[in-house]
């Protein structure tokens, strides 16, 4: 169910009954297949040399419409992911992905979309963010190929 949040954003939580590992890959091969600089980065994080790594994977974020962190704040996520695509030529959708431990082990996604005036250090992708059935189906039965 997609709630309104403060700010005019829509925000949607999923108790998905399913270890954070198996979300997070699920999550992160969704983006992997819809953006191919993203694949890149995730990539990169397995190559022997950081330094030539970081340069590369520096150059790749200043192109990719999405990121992925880690979080060290106790009651936030503790990973987030961020997908930026183009709503007008001034406005972009914002959606942002929280993934949340539990105390039985399973992950609760909560989902935030909102849209904002683009601005000039915005990288976003055309097309569509990622939809509430898009993440369900995710969740369900992972990524088709």
């Known amino acids: ?3 309104i949040c403060a700010g005019g954003c829509q925000k949607l939580e999923i108790a998905t ?3 954070c590992a198996v979300v997070e890959s699920r ?3 969704y983006f992997v297949a819809k953006y191919p600089s993203f694949g890149e980065m995730v990539a990169l994080r397995k190559e022997p040399n950081p330094v030539a790594s970081s340069n590369k994977a520096d150059a790749l974020y200043k192109v990719c419409p999405v990121t992925e962190g ?3 704040y106790a009651h936030g996520p503790y990973l987030g992911f961020v997908e930026k695509t183009e709503a007008s030529q001034s406005t972009i959708h914002v959606v942002s992905l929280g993934l949340y431990s539990e ?5 609760r996604v909560v989902a935030r979309i909102e849209e904002r005036k683009k601005q000039p250090s ?3 992708a055309r097309g569509k963010p990622i939809t509430e059935a898009e993440l369900q189906e995710i969740l369900k039965r992972g990524v088709s190929t």
């Open 27 to 29: 999550i992160r091969d």
């Open 103 to 107: 105390k039985d082990g399973t992950c």
């Open 122 to 124: 915005d990288v976003a």
């Open 70 to 72: 880690m979080n060290s």
């Open 1 to 3: 169910m997609m709630l």
């Open 17 to 19: 009954g399913r270890p």
